[in-house]
């Protein structure tokens, strides 16, 4: 099968470009001639203010690659469109409503030559801007079917779109490409825990540091990751909790060859997520032996068995937060949690995704 995916590649950063350039390796794997048509200028800055690229690939690239499409060109997305036609499948990744105009150009330029898959990473963001509700109504409402990572956002995308077939298929693992180094041990008897990636709002990290300023003193936390809209807020918070020497922040966008120190200098990764569809960095802790503090929003506690190699929390909750952070405030606690921690084996999750993926397309 011709199978052309239209989202975001390398250089772009991040969970999106990486699962779909995954998702193209995995195709072509399993026989199917593969094209990206992927973005050399995706968004105005003004609506992305962190960084957009990186130098260094976070995985393989993938080699048929075009890197043709800008948001500023609607003749680029009209010719992408033409180009589609070529294909059996075509696969948009959908990570943000700023992609519908685009998305719709071609679809409208493709005429129907091909079977159109959407994925939704997320059907609508966390935090929505006005026009994202029908701009993503529209195009699920011309796709011929779609694929949703959890039941909830099947939900959703059913109510903006109830005649698309829309299936759920658990997000894979797509990790940047990392060596772990051997965990450093801490200077002291306290515990060190990492909150990880970008920073903002949905994804609570004003409920952790509520709850670590209930906490002993030897439990610290860095924060390595880009700020939305800067970290002015944050060190605003830290400073009226009084837990300005407990706290390292980190602002940035982390690149792959710096992960591993990362993990490496952790011993509890922490997500305080309020609302969730899934998340990589569990995964990805685990790769790097490290247990994890997660709340249930969505599926990001999916891989976590609490007690075993991590602690659950409900989303949004500063006081079952500091629960959580109590139970690993014993190095003991963390010893035994580390010692439950198992890498997970992404052949099974790929087969499973690709299989639903193919199903949708056919039917």
């Known amino acids: 099968m011709k199978v052309s995916i239209v989202g975001p590649a390398h250089p772009y950063k991040g969970g999106g470009a990486r699962h779909t350039t995954e998702l193209a390796h995995r195709l072509r794997t ?33 080699p048929a690659t075009r890197r043709r499409l800008a948001w500023y060109r609607p003749d680029g997305w009209f010719a992408a469109g033409r180009r589609l036609r070529r294909a059996d499948l075509v696969v948009f990744a959908l990570i943000t409503p700023i992609q519908v105009p685009a998305y719709l150009t071609m679809l409208a330029a493709l005429r129907h030559r091909a079977r159109v898959v959407v994925i939704c990473h997320n059907v609508l963001p966390h935090e929505r801007r006005p026009g994202d509700v029908p701009l993503v109504r529209a195009l699920l409402r011309r796709a011929d079917s779609v694929v949703v990572h959890s039941a909830e956002q099947a939900g959703l995308a059913r109510s903006l779109a109830p005649r698309t077939p829309v299936a759920v298929a658990a997000l ?137 190699n991590g602690i659950t929390a409900a989303p949004g909750d500063a006081d079952d937060m500091l629960r959580a952070l109590r139970a690993v405030s014993e190095p003991a606690t963390v010893a035994r949690l580390r010692s439950g921690v198992r890498p997970v084996d992404p052949g099974p999750a790929w087969s499973d995704y690709l299989r639903a993926l193919v199903t949708v397309a056919r039917t």
Do not use: C
């Open 172 to 308: 894979p693992p797509h990790l940047p490409v990392t060596v772990a180094p051997v965990p450093t041990a801490p200077d002291g008897p306290g515990v060190r825990l990492l909150f990880f990636g970008i920073v903002r709002p949905y994804k609570g990290l004003d409920v952790l540091l509520r709850a670590l300023a209930e906490v002993p003193q030897t439990v610290t936390l860095t924060v390595a990751g880009e700020f939305w809209g800067g970290p002015a807020g944050t060190e605003k918070l830290i400073a009226e909790l009084g837990i300005g020497d407990r706290v390292t922040l980190r602002p940035g966008y982390v690149p792959a060859s710096e992960i591993p120190a990362l993990f490496a200098a952790a011993d509890v990764l922490v997500l305080p997520y309020r609302e969730a569809t899934a998340s990589q960095n569990a995964l990805l802790a685990f790769a790097h032996g490290v247990p994890v503090i997660t709340t249930t929003a969505g599926r990001l506690a999916e891989h976590v068995m609490d007690g075993v």
């Open 30 to 62: 399993a026989g199917h001639d593969v094209v990206i048509e992927s973005w050399r200028a995706q968004y105005p800055a003004r609506l992305y203010p962190g960084q957009q690229t990186v130098d260094e690939p976070e995985g393989e690239p993938f």
